[in-house]
């Protein structure tokens, strides 16, 4: 079939002139969905490469991020991707690497310098394969409005309770909405909801792992109480909160009508350029106090190399570059909130991103529970949570119902491994 | 005299309801114009105020001149666009022609089978159209676009068409063949000066989704030199950040050409009709 | 003005060797099948395997009988399957009506401006779903203020509610956002079809004292019912492979709770993946193929009983 479609394509194109791919001895194209850093690599990343590698040309191709997934696999199974790609955390590089898309990476200069947890989001299950290297991670917590703080005399608060006492003193002083979250895209509720404070509640790594042991279920209640608290947040949010998608919250928020963002760390850079006021950060308050803290901090960002691409060894160069302390100073510098997950410690300017990951020092890290393993399969677990976490807040399904249907769809596919 | 009033009366009646619907179909066009001129905090702050000014700026249509190629990726999308026009209307009403015209042994098979175009999406078949483009050396150039979007408009166009053709008259043809016309002749002598308004119905038709397509260049021509502007503008939407300001000024900027071929296309409805008077 | 019950029985004079139907055929056919037909055959085709194992298996109809016995998936699409059909209730409603009546005012001769209304009634059809994606979600905003704040001039803003993000409002908001984008559709298929519509049969209609709405009605609407019957289907073909406007405005997962899920954006979610969710190409061509067959059956009645019966003039 594949044949006579060729036959028949060439048939009908024999007028058209034959698209010649200039062949320059090193040119690399770089798949990514980050078109939010069209202009660092361009302008800061790149060039650095580029002066200390003469004879390699390196060109950035970011696209739409919602369509990045389904466009790179579509290209790599035809052979037109770029040399290097940009991975997504867990199974989707996986998959990829499964199906020989990408190349393991175990020998390349410079791997070393990364621990195994970080390399865990590009790692086989048997923990003997790397296929992309770690670029940077994540953290989440609560980012708020210091000029608001101020005017309140609000203290940033430790405890759950102090924070609901927060919010209430803000909605009962009325000046500011007291957090900006919508439910309107979903993922706002689970990602800045129920992964920012759940850790906190089912104890990091502890509960991820017994869930994808199978001696926790989502239905515990380490699992259902983040939801309880979500429910709380309803009457903290803006009016027809329903219908707020994510920029509307960014821009509630830089604009100095809200107090309290729920957020991850990549808010940093975008909301430095755009608010007029002071910034200040707080990891998600602990139930009691004394109680250890637990972040999630996630490793979301990784590259790799295209098995079929063009110029391997060149690509290589770039990617033991990338693995290098001096790439990964560069890169946390200019993406603040983008945490490096290189071993050797890099010194960040950025105060707010400072204080992000000055929380690893006292809380324990996690990453988010659907990403690994229990992400696996159908209905996927991510997208469930977005899903049940968007109608806790709404009120139009009880905690307990919401791990129930996650619960359920999970026991639909997954078995542990014994 | 009371017909008269009754006529003024009607015509009244019917601006105002044309009036109102022009309003509703503006309103939102107007907004997206009105916002592509502010500065990111005055769209949020007064999305419906007018730029003064204070918040009057140009900084998303400078960002767009800035960022890339636009007029060359506008010619790109031009230049698919209505080659894919013109591939699709031959082709098409060829196509249609054969179909309504001629009784033939699977006609209304033939008829099926090229409509089955328009029930499933095309997007579908990606990896195997690309595996293809690949093959014949066509990823990154123009062609691969043309050709896709040439058979994507294809089945809507003969589906339109046939049924247009059927209302042009027999006797008209088959005085034609009397005077010894061939059937060449015929059809694009007799009929498609005839089915014009059709014609150019199928154009805007067409012309919508190939010029708003933002998978295909994607896929098949991301290369600088071949970006279309769709394409072009998406490198704004970012993954946390977008850039409204370039977005909307890129975007209202590529509703002019093709409102042009529209105003273009949509003038060929009134001189189908005096050119069909003439026969 | 002749009459023909049915085009294939009223067919022209018969010749031997008609070579230029071949010539007429070919270069649709051509074109049509090697990009098209044969990549979305190479698709389709895929609903009867599946992987096992890294390896793709023949698997028959298994496909078929998981997505309509097991429950998650067969309650997502008969979910979807139920959305879309609200969905293209409200546009044939809606928008055909709308369009249908926009085309018969416009068509009313010696109008003055009706290049000015046409050309802006058709704008919105024009734009990108990326725009409409942003600025109806803007209007809708119960944030920034232009609905409410607009419905507060008319003494109504107690009616006003995040319509988009409330499980029982958003796919009628949803619906009505893409009649408002495709009205201008309609309306240019039917002006075209009125325009159609020789002089001397509204003057005849006008001698008989056949005039306004009555002529409307008893001459018009007759002489372009085929191409109601043509918008009808394109309706209903566009709206069961509806995908991109749900898609800017509600997002992939077409929420809340799955309320505007309809077909096309659960087949691509299925076929593509979404964020964490794999692509699952094999059940993403079976959910497309009983799109396919779903529409295919729609499409065939159309053609096969509608249209063989409705009355065709000739002009």
Redesign the interface.
Same mark, same amino acid.
């Given at each position: 079939m594949t044949r006579l479609l060729k036959g028949m394509l060439f048939a009908t194109t024999m007028f058209a002139p034959a698209g010649a791919v200039l062949a320059q001895d090193a040119s690399l194209t770089i798949e990514s969905w980050r078109n939010d850093d069209l202009s660092i690599w361009q302008e800061k990343l790149i060039p650095a490469f580029e002066a200390k590698n003469p004879g390699i040309k390196v060109t950035f191709a970011p696209m739409a991020p919602t369509e990045y997934n389904s466009a790179v696999n579509a290209k790599l199974e035809a052979g037109t991707a770029g040399d290097l790609i940009t991975c997504r955390p867990f199974d989707l590089s996986l998959a990829m690497f499964q199906k020989g898309q990408l190349s393991p990476l175990n020998d390349l200069d410079g791997i070393g310098n990364f621990s195994d947890t970080a390399k865990s989001a590009w790692t086989t299950d048997d923990g003997k394969t790397t296929f992309c290297v770690p670029m940077a991670s994540v953290i989440h917590g609560f980012i708020y409005n210091k000029k608001a703080f101020e005017e309140l005399k609000a203290e940033v608060p430790k405890t759950e309770d102090e924070f609901f006492a927060l919010l209430d003193k803000i909605k009962a002083d009325g000046n500011y909405i007291p957090m900006a979250m919508g439910t309107k895209d979903q993922w706002e509720a689970a990602t800045m909801g129920y992964y920012n404070i759940g850790p906190n509640d089912w104890k990091g790594e502890e509960g991820r792992k017994a869930l994808i042991a199978g001696t926790q279920k989502l239905t515990d209640a380490d699992w259902v109480e983040p939801y309880k608290t979500l429910a709380k947040w309803k009457p903290y949010l803006g009016d027809g909160f329903e219908a707020q998608t994510y920029p509307d919250s960014q821009n509630l928020f830089t604009l100095g009508r809200a107090a309290i963002y729920p957020a991850g760390s990549w808010e940093i850079a975008p909301f430095k350029a755009q608010a007029d006021f002071e910034m200040g950060a707080f990891p998600p308050p602990v139930k009691k106090a004394g109680d250890t803290c637990y972040i999630s901090d996630h490793n979301d960002i990784g590259i790799g190399l295209n098995a079929k691409g063009k110029n391997p060894e060149a690509a290589k160069k770039f990617l033991a570059w990338v693995a290098s302390p001096e790439f990964a100073t560069l890169y946390a510098n200019s993406l603040p909130g983008f945490f490096s997950l290189n071993s050797t410690a890099v010194k960040m300017e950025d105060p707010l991103a400072q204080e992000f990951v000055s929380w690893r020092q006292n809380c324990k890290p996690t990453i988010r529970p659907s990403a690994a393993i229990v992400g696996r399969g159908q209905p996927n677990l991510d997208l469930e949570m977005w899903r049940v976490s968007a109608n806790v807040i709404n009120g139009t399904q009880t905690p307990e119902q919401a791990a129930e249907e996650t619960q359920k769809g999970l026991d639909s596919w997954y078995k542990p491994v014994k | 005299m009371a017909t008269a009033r009754t006529s003024y009366l009607r015509t009244g009646l019917i601006h105002l309801a044309l009036i109102s619907y022009t309003l509703i179909a503006l309103f939102p066009v107007f907004l997206t114009l009105v916002n592509s001129f502010k500065t990111r905090n005055a769209i949020f702050r007064e999305p419906m105020a007018i730029p003064t000014p204070s918040t009057f700026s140009l900084v998303g249509y400078e960002t767009v001149l800035k960022q890339g190629d636009f007029i060359g990726y506008f010619q790109n999308s031009l230049i698919v666009t209505v080659v894919s026009i013109a591939l699709v209307l031959l082709f098409g009403a060829m196509a249609a022609f054969a179909l309504s015209e001629y009784r033939f042994r699977g006609n209304l098979l033939m008829g099926l089978y090229l409509a089955l175009g328009i029930m499933i999406p095309i997007r579908l078949g990606t990896v195997a159209i690309l595996q293809g483009m690949v093959a014949a050396g066509l990823v990154n150039t123009l062609t691969a676009l043309v050709l896709v979007y040439t058979a994507q408009g294809l089945p809507l166009a003969i589906f339109i068409l046939s049924e247009f053709m059927r209302t042009v008259s027999d006797d008209l043809k088959n005085a034609g063949r009397i005077d010894g016309l061939s059937e060449y002749a015929i059809f694009f002598r007799l009929v498609l000066p005839l089915v014009r308004p059709a014609m150019a119905t199928v154009a805007v038709f067409t012309m919508i989704p190939i010029w708003n397509d933002l998978w295909f260049p994607l896929i098949l021509v991301p290369g600088e030199a071949t970006k279309t502007v769709t394409l072009g503008a998406q490198m704004f939407i970012g993954q946390f950040v977008t850039n409204w300001n370039a977005v909307l000024s890129a975007l209202s900027l590529a509703i002019l050409p093709v409102l042009v071929l529209y105003v273009i296309f949509s003038r060929q409805l009134i001189r189908g009709i005096t050119s069909g008077a003439v026969k | 003005m002749?009459e $023909?019950d049915n085009?294939?029985e $009223? $067919?022209?004079?018969?010749r031997p060797a008609?070579w230029?139907?071949l010539?007429?055929?070919a270069?649709?056919?051509?074109?049509?099948?090697?990009?098209?037909?044969?990549?979305?055959?190479?698709?389709?085709?895929l609903s009867l395997y599946n992987l096992a194992d890294?390896q793709t298996v023949f698997v028959g109809l298994a496909n078929f009988i998981t997505l309509f016995s097991d429950p998650?998936l067969s309650a997502s699409f008969w979910n979807a399957l139920s959305n879309n059909l609200i969905f293209f209730v409200i546009h044939m409603l809606v928008q055909n009506p709308?369009g249908i $009546?926009?085309a018969a005012?416009?068509s /009313?001769s010696k109008?003055r401006?009706a290049?000015?209304?046409?050309?802006?009634?058709?704008?919105?059809?024009?734009?990108?779903?990326?725009? /409409?994606g942003?600025?109806?979600?803007?209007?809708?905003?119960?944030?920034?203020?232009?609905a409410p704040?607009m419905m507060d001039w008319v003494g109504l803003k107690w009616a006003f509610?995040?319509?988009?993000?409330?499980?029982d409002s958003a796919l009628i908001t949803v619906s009505l956002i893409s009649v408002?984008q495709y009205?201008g559709?309609p309306m @240019?298929?039917i002006?075209?079809a009125l325009?159609?519509i020789?002089?001397e049969v509204l003057e005849a209609a006008e001698c008989d004292g056949i005039t306004?709405w009555s002529q409307f009605w008893k001459i018009k609407l007759p002489l372009i019912l085929?191409?109601i019957g043509?918008i009808s289907i394109?309706t209903f /073909?566009g709206n069961f492979?509806a995908?991109d406007l749900i898609y800017t405005v509600?997002?992939?997962?077409a929420?809340?709770?799955?309320s505007t899920d309809i077909l096309?954006t659960l087949?691509y979610r299925t076929?593509?993946?979404?964020?964490?969710? @794999?692509?699952?190409r094999s059940m993403?061509?079976t959910i497309?193929t009983v @799109?396919?067959l779903i529409?295919?059956a729609g499409?065939?009645l159309y053609?096969f009983v509608i249209q063989r019966r409705m009355r065709?003039?000739?002009?």
């Open positions: - | - | 002749t $023909a085009p294939f $009223a $067919a022209p004079i018969k008609r230029h139907i010539v007429f055929l270069p649709a056919f051509l074109v049509y099948t090697a990009i098209m037909i044969l990549p979305l055959i190479e698709t389709l085709r890294g998650r709308v $009546a926009l005012m416009l /009313v109008l401006f290049t000015f209304y046409r050309t802006a009634i058709f704008v919105p059809t024009l734009l990108s779903f990326v725009i /409409v942003f600025i109806w979600k803007l209007i809708l905003s119960p944030i920034w203020g232009i704040g509610a995040p319509w988009l993000g409330r499980a408002w009205v559709i @240019m298929l002006y075209a325009l159609n020789p002089d306004g085929p191409s043509i394109l /073909v492979n995908f509600q997002g992939a997962l929420g809340p709770d799955g096309g087949l076929f593509f993946g979404f964020q964490n969710q @794999m692509g699952d993403g061509a497309a @799109m396919f529409i295919l499409v065939s053609l065709r003039y000739q002009f």
